[in-house]
């Protein structure tokens, strides 16, 4: 599996180094938002997406590069949904270093405008909450998060919650 991430890592990063020289060659100031949107918001979504990729293989340093790069360009951009999912990338990764009140500061820079990042916000504290050792406000907003996601279809997102509330089970010792 981690070779899987390795490889994706490594596609994700040819595609930006390509994106990251259009976005140079710019004159952003001359140019509308509108004819940057198609640019912007794939680059970060591949920058996120490069982040997530690096979390899953360990390399915390260059998934928190990645994430820092998606929020300076989703400003660059204008863009607050993009920058609201880049911060969430950080609060995951912090999170998962363990550093649970910097992931909760990170936390406070997302807007929710959007249902999906929204669900995956409440997601992210119930995960907090049991690493807190509060797993009953944890198992809570993991089914908050869940019925968002299942509202959207989501499936990505209903996959991680559940097997976020088979943690809780475990913790719990419900076989």
């Not at 907003?141 to 996601?149: K, T």
Request: a positive charge; one cysteine or more.
């Amino acid at each position: 599996m981690e070779e899987h991430y390795k490889q994706k890592i490594n596609q994700l990063e040819a595609k930006l180094k390509i994106k990251d020289e259009q976005i140079k060659s710019m004159n952003l100031k001359n140019m509308g938002k509108s004819n940057a949107s198609g640019i912007d918001s794939q680059y970060v979504i591949k920058l996120r997406e490069l982040g997530l990729a690096c979390i899953n293989v360990g390399d915390y340093e260059k998934a928190e590069r990645y994430y820092l790069d998606s929020i300076s360009k989703a400003k660059l951009f204008s863009n607050k949904t993009l920058l609201s999912w880049a911060y969430n990338g950080l609060s995951i990764l912090e999170n998962v270093r363990g550093n649970l009140q910097q992931s909760i500061e990170y936390s406070k820079h997302i807007t929710h405008e959007d249902p999906i990042l929204t669900a995956s916000y409440i997601g992210n504290q119930g995960i907090i909450e049991c690493r807190s050792g509060n797993y009953k406000a944890g198992e809570k907003l993991f089914y908050s998060a869940l019925e968002i996601f299942k509202q959207h279809g989501f499936e990505h997102g209903i996959a991680n919650t559940l097997n976020s509330l088979g943690n809780v089970e475990k913790h719990y010792q419900n076989y």
